[in-house]
């Protein structure tokens, strides 16, 4: 029997290439759409903006051949759930295909790929807006209002294994080896050897849902004027059920450096993501070593990959910094001060 694809699989797994002459005829052909087609940069599948006469923006998603299809589904359903249980919620929506159906097959290259079709989300990218309180407890409010609509959504997809579980944060110490930089990698170490022994076996007594999993800045896009609302949250790929406190913590994770006092985003995300969703006791607790966990993905999943793809390293590296950096505030001197504000910021008033 073949083993079933990993994440592993569907990163190192090329998409087959598509022309977007070739993805203008299929989206005519499945969706009835036509419009002016732009490729977009994906880590792993094949996406296409399209912008039609009337104004309105669509992505057209090529998921990759690797990925299992009942994966594929389970995110598909993901987004068909949020916008029936929190219409109002800015995530995609799925278009369907001239069928009804949610998405669709077709063979490209040889390969099977599921298509479809979900509304382009306007804004401008988190990734470019400025840090500020308000837009901190913006993210927080809009992260917890998700994950109250994906509280009781079900579906056997969502049991993954996959690379960017924080709570196989232990998994990542076989990819450790590709930070150069002997002081660094002994700092990630350390910590993964403590999170392994002493966070991980906590985990299972902790809330578990169908969560996003990957707030980071390029996956959200926010108002181009204020900055200080939420107006998309996309990219629903690594999605699973796993603990409720990693989904907060994986957004944490992009903001610890930032703010206008020390780990003051943090604190202002947490505090508005509590207040929407509170926060049990032992998730308070394991938040800073969730949000380190994070940190330690970001720093053995990224050095392995640009040392297989050196040709991309700089885009595959560009949050490692950043990561090294929170990592070091979240388990060195600062370490005391972080956990005691994540605690001020869910008290009860």
């Given at each position: 029997m073949t083993p079933a694809p990993t994440q592993g699989d569907?990163?190192?797994?090329?998409?087959?290439?598509?022309?977007?002459?070739?993805?203008?005829?299929?989206?005519?052909?499945?969706?009835?759409?036509?419009?002016?087609?732009?490729?977009?940069?994906?880590?792993?599948?094949?996406?296409?903006?399209?912008?039609?006469?009337?104004?309105?923006?669509?992505?057209?998603?090529?998921?990759?051949?690797?990925?299992?299809?009942?994966?594929?589904?389970?995110?598909?359903?993901?987004?068909?759930?949020?916008?029936?249980?929190?219409?109002?919620?800015?995530?995609?929506?799925?278009?369907?295909?001239?069928?009804?159906?949610?998405?669709?097959?077709?063979?490209?290259?040889?390969?099977?790929?599921?298509?479809?079709?979900?509304?382009?989300?306007?804004?401008?990218?988190?990734?470019?807006?400025?840090?500020?309180?308000?837009?901190?407890?913006?993210?927080?409010?809009t992260l917890a209002r998700l994950d109250r609509a994906l509280g009781d959504y079900e579906h056997p997809g969502s049991e993954r294994d996959l690379l960017w579980d924080i709570s196989r944060t232990a998994g990542v110490a076989d990819r450790l080896h590709y930070v150069t930089d002997d002081r660094r990698r002994r700092m990630v170490e350390r910590f993964v050897a403590r999170f392994t022994d002493e966070i991980a076996p906590r985990l299972p007594a902790l809330r578990h849902q169908v969560i996003h999993n990957d707030l980071n800045p390029h996956n959200a896009v926010v108002d181009p004027v204020g900055h200080e609302t939420v107006t998309g949250i996309i990219d629903f790929g690594d999605a699973l059920r796993a603990p409720l406190a990693n989904d907060l913590a994986t957004a944490l994770a992009y903001h610890v450096t930032t703010g206008e006092t020390p780990f003051g985003s943090v604190v202002e995300m947490t505090r508005a993501y509590n207040a929407v969703l509170p926060l049990t006791e032992d998730e308070v607790d394991l938040l800073p070593d969730l949000v380190a966990g994070?940190?330690?993905l970001t720093i053995?999943?990224?050095?392995?990959?640009?040392?297989?793809?050196?040709?991309?390293?700089?885009?595959?590296?560009?949050?490692?910094?950043?990561?090294?950096?929170?990592?070091?505030?979240?388990?060195?001197?600062?370490?005391?001060?972080?956990?005691?504000?994540?605690?001020?910021?869910?008290?009860?008033?």
């Open positions: 569907v990163l190192t797994t090329a998409a087959p290439a598509i022309s977007t002459e070739e993805a203008g005829a299929i989206l005519q052909r499945w969706f009835g759409v036509t419009g002016t087609v732009r490729e977009l940069s994906s880590e792993r599948d094949r996406n296409f903006h399209i912008a039609t006469p009337d104004g309105q923006g669509y992505v057209l998603k090529f998921t990759n051949p690797a990925e299992p299809q009942l994966v594929t589904g389970f995110q598909t359903g993901a987004m068909q759930h949020v916008a029936d249980r929190d219409p109002t919620l800015p995530v995609p929506r799925v278009v369907p295909t001239l069928d009804g159906e949610a998405q669709a097959i077709v063979e490209i290259e040889g390969s099977a790929m599921v298509l479809r079709l979900l509304t382009y989300l306007e804004g401008t990218p988190l990734h470019a807006a400025p840090p500020s309180p308000g837009l901190m407890r913006a993210l927080g409010t994070r940190l330690a053995g999943i990224t050095g392995w990959r640009a040392a297989e793809y050196p040709a991309n390293a700089a885009y595959i590296l560009r949050n490692a910094e950043r990561a090294f950096a929170g990592l070091d505030r979240l388990t060195g001197d600062e370490a005391a001060t972080a956990r005691r504000l994540l605690h001020l910021a869910c008290q009860k008033v």
